[in-house]
């Protein structure tokens, strides 16, 4: 294990939570070939020893790595660097997404809003950061686009942060201006974007068939600090949605890497 030195020590004092800052470091490591693909990492002790953290912490960095797909746990063998690791994101200005929100709640209409606290669960855990029994505000509500169901929204909020916006606030505009009216600066966003099938609950909130093809989007929003800040889970019709991008060659010719377009 590399030595745990000035710079890695600044990462773990920064502002966001040691066991995030030691999951980047875990992940750099990974990435660069330190722990190449299916060797064994240290044991959870050696790691407490190494960088002088608690057993949450290293736990709670673990299962981050495990949702990203970095490394997989064997019970009684240890935990290894996956064998075939995450590819690369794109990346793009955070502002796309966030008009590419806007456009969505222009275009369509909102309806079943419901606003509630609620346990938060394992996924929302890992994505927030939160410890195994803090609740979450939850929101859902479905979007109506040409009077038929264009898509079911999840989004998550960490209470110390919904706490600051007026109950009212939630049923007029969507979390992203919410967060920022709250006083939250938005920084970044790691987001996905997959495909599912639709279960018996999505099926009848859509107005689809059991087993109609879904376009399902997973966006964590992270504060300047690092912090994340708003979990999102949307599903649309996968007959309705269309997800569109303007590619453009970065400077440098042919071996550059490709970019988002704005």
């Not at 330190?34 to 064994?40: A, E, I, K």
Request: aromatic content about 6%; hydrophobic content about 40%.
């Amino acid at each position: 294990m590399p030595p745990a030195g000035p710079a890695i020590h600044r990462v773990l004092e920064g502002p966001a939570p040691k066991y995030y800052g030691l999951a980047v470091i875990l992940r750099q490591w990974m990435r660069d070939g330190t722990y190449p693909s299916g060797t064994q990492i240290p044991t959870e002790s050696a790691l407490r020893k190494s960088f002088g953290v608690g057993r949450d912490t290293v736990r709670k960095s673990l299962e981050i790595l495990a949702a990203e797909g970095w490394i997989q746990r064997f019970a009684g063998r240890g935990t290894f660097v996956s064998d075939r690791l995450p590819v690369n994101a794109l990346t793009a200005d955070l502002q796309g997404v966030i008009n590419q929100v806007a456009q969505i709640n222009s275009t369509t209409t909102a309806r079943d809003i419901a606003v509630q606290l609620v346990p938060a669960d394992a996924d929302t855990r890992s994505a927030l950061r939160l410890g195994a029994r803090e609740r979450v505000q939850r929101s859902t509500h479905v979007r109506i686009s040409a009077g038929e169901p264009y898509g079911y929204v999840e989004t998550f909020v960490p209470i110390d942060i919904s706490s600051r916006i007026p109950n009212r606030r939630w049923f007029e505009a969507p979390t992203l201006v919410l967060l920022e009216e709250a006083g939250v600066e938005i920084a970044s966003a790691d987001q996905s974007i997959g495909s599912t099938l639709a279960n018996v609950s999505l099926s009848a909130l859509l107005n689809i068939s059991v087993g109609a093809p879904l376009v399902c989007i997973n966006r964590v929003v992270y504060d300047q600090n690092g912090r994340a800040v708003e979990r999102v889970v949307a599903h649309y019709r996968g007959d309705r949605y269309t997800y569109r991008l303007q590619l453009t060659r970065a400077p440098g010719g042919k071996n550059a890497q490709w970019e988002d377009g704005a």
